[in-house]
C-alpha cells in the first residue's frame, strides 16, 4: 500500500477499517487536521478490546 498510512501491530482488516473511517470522516468534514489520529485512535480500541496480543 505504497502511499498510505499504516498502523503498526493490526491485522490487514483492521488496517481496511483505518482507511474506511479515514476516508468517511474526511467526506463528512468530521475531525478538520485530527481526522488520522481519531481513525487510529478508533481502530487501536476496538484491537485492544478483542484482546489482541501486542503486535498482532
Not at 499504516?6 to 470522516?25: M, T
Not at 475531525?31 to 488520522?36: F, I, L, M, S, V
Amino acid at each position: 500500500m505504497p502511499g498510505k498510512h499504516h498502523l503498526r501491530g493490526v491485522s490487514e482488516k483492521e488496517q481496511r477499517q483505518y482507511e474506511h473511517i479515514l476516508a468517511s470522516s474526511r467526506k463528512k468534514g468530521r475531525y478538520g487536521e485530527r481526522a488520522k489520529e481519531a481513525a487510529a485512535r478508533t481502530v487501536l480500541k476496538s484491537h485492544r478490546k478483542t484482546r489482541h496480543a501486542k503486535g498482532y
